[in-house]
């Protein structure tokens, strides 16, 4: 392990060989709170989503996110390829949560990690600083085409929100009964437009759809929830005339209005399966209206189904050190990943997909199954359920042995318009609050 000096740097190819980057933070004797800030060449904060703290924990792009490890107060994971090129540098800072001055600081730290393996720390303490209640801890920058790290050590004057606006972002003026610096920090995103302005402007024929997923989040006890949200739908030759009348588009409509609810950013993620697996563009308010013809249109419909070369290409997409692969230990991750599948058949990958869905009982990512037949059978007390089922491979999936936690949840229709949107999202929710209350218990998600 490197012991980094104030001004010191590193490459972080060095640091991180493997590609998995993540910072560790603490500090003891004061109560801080850490942020990172994206700025472009000019050192600002020309996007205020490209802040990540604790009211705001992921990046539109995926590239930074709140991720706490075992020991530290605080964490970030990065993936850096995944940043536009207009973030140029990534500033990490420390705020005190209440009153007094970094001069009260005892001791503290940042970290770098390969994965889980330490490689770089830069420590401080109080005697480092005067009165200042902010201090720049480090910076990731490009040079030559490469991510760097700095270690800065630079005291601010000003809390949060003086930080804010020193990179160009814009802060909501405080409440006289408000006037905390935490309090700042949480509203400084509210500069930028609403996603309720946004769907209005953007995908009028949702606002209903979105209004309708809150209020069943409400009932659920998910108001305030934040998750990744990604539609996994069947490309198999049996699925066409879906396709064709317009219910597979109409369907993906209001998951997306769903993920409006969990995310702020106005997209989720999809992947198609059929023999292979596609990962189209992001679904999102500016491109919904003809999202799925053009999907299909990229990727025409396939022969065969399989479950698991999709569930894989899931877990390796939000969970790249696996890779898909075998897990035998919990990973912890700062956001859940509510994945809504979509199938009208049987797999042809049975042993593959039961791996999966086992492996993946060790990472925060929950699984929605909905098989479209005849039959409907749910474990939700709102339904009937029919003796016959037309998917026995996805009831046994609901009910699989050998997983850390049940990360899976399955229903069938006999068409995607079978239900009123109330009672399509009332479905959704039937074990995913469960599911969340078992991941914080078993450490995939923070408690």
Known sequence: MQTLSKGQRLSIAEAAPSGALHL????????LDFACFGLDAAGKLSDERYMTFFNQPLTPCGGVQLETLP?????????????????????????????????????????LL????????????????????????GELYRKDGQWRFMAVGQGFNGGMDALVRHFGGAV?????????????????????????????????QLVDLVKQAGVSLQKAGLGQHRAKVCL???????????????????????????????????DIDVFLFGRDVHRPAPMSLSNCTSYVKHAIEH????GDTRYGRAMQAIRAHYFPDAAGGERSKPVAAALP????????????????TEKQLRWGSNEAIFWQFMGIGKGRKSKSKKLS?????????????????????????????????????????????TEYPGWLALARRNGLLPQ
């Open 24 to 31: 560790g933070l603490a500090g003891h004797g004061l109560a």
């Open 71 to 111: 020991g530290d107060d605080a964490g970030f994971g990065f993936q850096l390829a995944r940043l536009p090129a207009g973030v140029e540098r990534i500033v990490v800072a420390a705020t005190i949560d209440g009153e007094g001055s970094m001069a009260h600081l005892d001791t503290g730290y940042l970290r």
């Open 114 to 137: 390969d994965g889980r393996r330490e490689t770089a720390r830069f420590a401080f303490r109080g005697a480092d600083f005067a009165q200042e209640r902010a201090v720049m801890l």
């Open 172 to 204: 909501a003026e405080p409440s006289a009964a408000a006037a905390a610096p935490v309090a700042a920090a949480a509203t400084a995103p509210a500069a930028r437009i609403s996603l309720e302005k946004r769907v209005e402007r953007e995908a009028p």
């Open 232 to 266: 996994c739908l069947d490309i198999s030759g049996s699925m066409g005339k879906l396709y064709r009348d317009g219910l597979v588009q109409r369907f993906a409509e209001r998951i997306l209005a769903l993920g409006c609810q969990f995310d702020d950013d106005g």
């Open 299 to 302: 990727h025409p419909l396939e």
């Open 337 to 352: 990943v509510y994945v809504m599948f979509l199938t009208d058949g049987g797999t042809s990958d049975q042993p593959l």
């Open 385 to 429: 359920a029919f003796s016959a089922s037309d998917f026995p491979f996805l009831e046994k999936l609901d009910d699989l042995s050998g997983r850390l936690i049940d990360n899976a949840d399955y229903f069938s229709v006999s068409s995607p318009d079978e239900h009123s949107d109330a009672e399509l999202y009332d479905l959704l929710m």
